[in-house]
């Protein structure tokens, strides 16, 4: 569980690229629980810029999609691995909506 969880980091950390900082949790229900929040957007003074997604797969998804809209929108010009997936991430945050739409999720987010 433990290399699991920071090989899981090591790798987030990795295709978030260099402004990122990613952690990794474990919830009290043992499920992962990943951070990403923006060391620039920190440093600067500004509110600091985080998104917490907890879940398997699905949640380290999430959480790197919003980092990634986060690099497009605020950072343009840097350069991450996970940018590459920008379309990718597009993509499934259309579906959420539309899923969000008809009601087949009950999601509630407080940082969207
Ligand atoms: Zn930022």
Same mark, same amino acid.
């Given at each position: !569980? =433990?290399?699991?969880?920071?090989?899981?980091?090591?790798?987030?950390? =990795?295709?978030?690229?260099?402004?990122?900082?990613?952690?990794? %949790?474990?919830?009290?229900?043992?499920?992962?629980? *990943?951070? =990403?929040?923006?060391? $620039?957007? $920190?440093?600067?003074?500004?509110?600091?810029?985080? &998104?917490?997604?907890?879940?398997?797969?699905?949640?380290? !998804?999430?959480? !790197?999609?919003?980092? &990634?809209?986060?690099? %497009?929108?605020?950072?343009?010009?840097?350069?991450?691995?996970?940018?590459? *997936?920008?379309?990718?991430?597009?993509?499934?945050?259309?579906?959420?909506?539309?899923?969000?739409? $008809?009601?087949? $999720?009950?999601?509630?987010?407080?940082?969207?």
């Amino acid at each position: !569980m =433990v290399a699991s969880r920071s090989a899981r980091e090591r790798k987030a950390a =990795v295709e978030a690229g260099p402004l990122a900082r990613v952690k990794i %949790d474990v919830g009290a229900d043992q499920q992962f629980v *990943y951070k =990403v929040s923006c060391s $620039t957007c $920190t440093a600067k003074g500004h509110r600091p810029w985080s &998104t917490y997604r907890p879940g398997g797969d699905n949640g380290f !998804m999430a959480a !790197m999609d919003r980092w &990634t809209f986060h690099l %497009d929108a605020q950072h343009p010009g840097a350069e991450a691995p996970c940018l590459a *997936y920008l379309p990718e991430a597009q993509r499934r945050l259309h579906e959420r909506r539309e899923q969000r739409e $008809t009601g087949s $999720t009950a999601e509630a987010r407080s940082d969207g």
